[in-house]
C-alpha cells in the first residue's frame, strides 16, 4: 500500500493556473502508475489525467486536454498536475490515486490507493 497526499489546492479566478502536488510514501513510487480525478458537488468522481510509472504516457480527459498537464518526479515520489487556462467548471476537490501497473488506468476501479484529497475552486 502507498500513501498519498495532495497539496496545491486553492482559490484561483477564471483563467488562472495552479500547480497540484501529490507525495508518495511507503512503497517504491516508481512501480507505480499514477492517476488524477476531481468530484465536484453532487457529481460523480472523474477521472483528469493519469501517468505510466516511468513517465513515459500520459492520458488525459477531453475536458482539460491542452490545459492541463500531468508530471512525475520519481526521485522525489511526487506527481504533478500543473492546471492552466482554468474555468470555473475546474471547481471540484481533486484527488491523486495509485496503481501497481505498467501502463495507463483511466478509471477509479482501476487504483488501488487514493490521497484524502485537495480543494481547488476557480471563481468567475
Known amino acids: 500500500q502507498v500513501q498519498l497526499v495532495e497539496s496545491g489546492g486553492g482559490l484561483v479566478q477564471a483563467g488562472g493556473s495552479l500547480r497540484l502536488s501529490c507525495t508518495a510514501s511507503g512503497r517504491t513510487f516508481s512501480y507505480y502508475a499514477m492517476g488524477w480525478f476531481r468530484q465536484a458537488p453532487g457529481n460523480e468522481r472523474e477521472f483528469v489525467a493519469t501517468?505510466?510509472?516511468?513517465?513515459?504516457?500520459?492520458y488525459y480527459a477531453d475536458s482539460v486536454k491542452g490545459r492541463f498537464t500531468i508530471s512525475r518526479d520519481n526521485a522525489r515520489n511526487t506527481v504533478f498536475l500543473q492546471m492552466i487556462s482554468l474555468k470555473p467548471e475546474d471547481t471540484a476537490v481533486y484527488y491523486c490515486?495509485?496503481?501497481?501497473?505498467?501502463?495507463?488506468?483511466?478509471?477509479?476501479?482501476?487504483?488501488?490507493?487514493w490521497g484524502r484529497g485537495t480543494q481547488v475552486t476557480v471563481s468567475s
Open positions: 490515486a495509485a496503481r501497481n501497473g505498467g501502463s495507463v488506468y483511466l478509471t477509479d476501479n482501476d487504483y488501488s490507493d
Open positions: 501517468i505510466s510509472r516511468s513517465g513515459g504516457r500520459t
